[in-house]
């Protein structure tokens, strides 16, 4: 029996497979999802990034204009707050300001005026080899549960290598392990959207995650 709806996800990622989730992978059209369930919202955000400015300086186009996601971001909030849940974004994600969410500050969740919640989380605290700080946006009818507010030092980084110089360097990620949701961080993210809702907690500590963590999934 489905509970939680996973939009703007990966069709081989992390959510795919697992008996309780309805995915919504690119060719289903995730900004179509009328409910009922609660949501775990991963809309793209490669044109919400500092580097999309740039690019579009760069190489012009529509399609890379900043922001220009196709109201992707839109309907994933709209998706959250109308039907609970949780949607994840990397850290200083321009879409915050864009659609007027409040920035996280310090640790742990802070209320919004629209009765939501944000925080910043880093994904190394649930095995990701790179912090990959991310900011969440919750919305629901309990207050959100508690997430792991440590912040380990990744022993990899994501992206460009630093411009100071080698010994502030780490191994760079290759995109797909860069991309990826650990399945811990997912679980703690299906446990956000069931709450939003009321719903008790389930585990997922099944072949099919172990199979997930395997293959090195992405949201």
């Known amino acids: 029996m489905t509970h939680v709806a996973a939009i703007f996800?990966?069709?081989?990622?992390?959510?795919?497979?697992?008996?309780?989730?309805?995915?919504?992978?690119?060719?289903?059209?995730?900004?179509?999802?009328?409910?009922?369930?609660?949501?775990?919202?991963?809309?793209?955000?490669?044109?919400?990034?500092?580097?999309?400015?740039?690019?579009?300086?760069?190489?012009?186009?529509?399609?890379?204009?900043?922001?220009?996601?196709?109201?992707?971001?839109?309907?994933?909030?709209?998706?959250?707050?109308?039907?609970?849940?949780?949607?994840e974004h990397p850290a200083k994600t321009r879409a915050w300001a864009a659609h007027g969410l409040a920035k996280p500050a310090g640790i742990g969740w802070q209320r919004c005026i629209d009765g939501g919640w944000v925080c910043e989380v880093w994904q190394s605290a649930y095995g990701h080899r790179a912090a990959k700080a991310t900011w969440l946006y919750y919305h629901g009818t309990e207050p959100p549960l508690q997430l792991r507010w440590d912040r380990p030092d990744g022993t990899h980084q994501i992206g460009f290598h630093d411009q100071r110089g080698k010994a502030a360097n780490k191994p760079t990620l290759g995109k797909r392990e860069a991309n990826a949701t650990p399945i811990e961080f997912r679980d703690a993210l299906i446990a956000l959207a069931r709450h939003a809702a009321g719903m008790p907690a389930v585990s997922h500590n099944d072949k099919l995650t172990g199979a997930a963590h395997e293959a090195a999934p992405v949201a």
């Open 9 to 87: 996800v990966q069709p081989d990622g992390c959510y795919a497979g697992l008996p309780d989730i309805d995915a919504w992978p690119e060719q289903r059209d995730a900004r179509k999802y009328r409910g009922p369930w609660p949501v775990v919202a991963h809309p793209p955000c490669q044109l919400w990034g500092a580097f999309a400015p740039i690019n579009y300086k760069r190489w012009g186009g529509e399609h890379n204009r900043p922001g220009n996601d196709g109201g992707c971001f839109a309907a994933a909030l709209e998706s959250v707050r109308r039907f609970g849940g949780v949607l």
